[in-house]
């Protein structure tokens, strides 16, 4: 994740009180206190939530603080030493990737180039589930997105997709701090990438998938630049023109234990859409935050970024920055793994809800 400042963050509830308060305020100064009626100004109606999956509730229990400690873990294990892009422990990470996507039985999702996978000694298996593509021209090797697809059970709606993604690449071995050099990113983001995963998982074990297709892409080279997203969105793997919305997870395991910021366009009602499955979910116990840091600009600033342009509503949902970011103490046990299981519990219903509802979010006039 890109770097950025560390400011207070107000809840979402408290803002949108406050503009409430503020447009209430001028209302009745236009009004001078009239209450003589207005005609009618009765809100238009709001659509309910699609109907949840028959067997939503065990698909979600499946999302667990014991594997996503076990998928951290993994990833973020000195032996990866930090999983820079290219490099051969990057590699092992998309090896471990593809192979859960394939253990999982979803589709892959990226164009077959047997003669990369073959140079690099991937296996047949995991070669379709790799997009392969050079990061930046001053490297030596090819690096990889992991790409795979859950069919929309909707002969018409199937050929839309939303897209859950999260990079899985971090800044590989650096300056020693305290005689540490790896700088593991585990949440930075490793956190982003099990989440992911364990969301490829609930989604597979539905009896019955949503209408519209998922696409779940773990992104090489961000932290160079949003590369692999930036190679995704132009690749002929990539549904652009069909693509209904896009939610990015990028260090999601730390910081605050009952909210998380939602990064998003302002013109579109992704976040409003977002925030009502948040209300139906009490249980989960986690608000959705309008941008805290709304001068930051990271609407650009992470792998949500290449979507824009094409007219995609996104949403990028993040913990924050804290003292271990960019650090070698950014480790598997700091992370607060319960929060972390509710989170992606509710990014589940979110996806359900984009994937599954008449209409997809948008860009109301």
Avoid at 8 to 22: D, H, K, Q, W, Y
Avoid at 200 to 209: C, D, S, T, V, W
Avoid at 258 to 281: G, K, L, T
Wanted: with cysteine; glycine share 8%; hydrophobic share 45%.
């Amino acid at each position: 994740m890109w770097m950025m400042n560390d400011t207070p963050a107000p809840r979402a509830g408290t803002a949108r009180l406050s503009i409430f308060l503020v447009l209430a305020g001028l209302t009745m100064a236009g009004c001078g206190g009239s209450d003589v009626p207005t005609g009618n100004d009765d809100p238009p109606e709001v659509p309910g939530l699609a109907d949840p999956p028959v067997d939503g509730a065990a698909a979600v229990a499946t999302i667990t603080q014991a594997d996503l400690m076990d998928r951290v873990g993994l990833l973020a294990a000195d032996s990866m030493m930090g999983r820079a892009t290219p490099s051969p422990e990057l590699e092992k990470a998309a090896v471990y990737l593809a192979g859960e996507m394939a253990r999982l039985g979803l589709e892959a999702g990226a164009t077959e180039d047997v003669g990369e996978c073959a140079a690099h000694g991937i296996s047949q298996v995991h070669c379709p589930y790799m997009q392969w593509f050079l990061a930046m021209p001053e490297d030596t090797d090819m690096t990889m997105n992991v790409v795979a697809r859950l069919p929309g059970s909707d002969p018409v709606l199937a050929d839309e997709h939303v897209v859950i993604g999260a990079h899985y690449d971090h800044v590989g071995i650096r300056t020693p701090v305290a005689g540490d050099s790896i700088y593991n990113g585990a949440d930075d983001n490793g956190s982003g990438t099990s989440a992911v995963a364990e969301l490829a998982e609930a989604f597979a074990g539905l009896e019955e998938p949503p209408r519209r297709s998922v696409l779940f892409v773990f992104f090489a080279g961000e932290e160079r630049g949003l590369l692999g997203a930036r190679y995704f969105v132009g690749s002929p793997e990539a549904p652009m023109g069909n693509s209904a919305a896009m939610i990015n997870l990028d260090m999601v395991g730390r910081n605050w234990t009952d909210r998380v910021a939602a990064i998003y366009q302002p013109a579109s009602d992704i976040f409003e859409r977002a925030e009502r499955v948040a209300d139906a979910h009490p249980e989960l116990n986690m608000d959705l935050l309008i941008d805290p840091w709304p001068n930051e600009n990271l609407v650009n600033r992470s792998d949500q970024a290449p979507f824009i342009p094409y007219g995609i509503p996104v949403m990028f949902l993040t913990s924050g920055l804290h003292e271990d970011y960019h650090m070698p103490t950014d480790e598997a046990d700091r992370l607060d793994y319960e929060k972390t299981e509710r989170l992606t519990r509710l990014v589940f219903w979110i996806l359900w809800e984009f994937a599954e509802a008449a209409e997809p979010p948008g860009f109301p006039q």
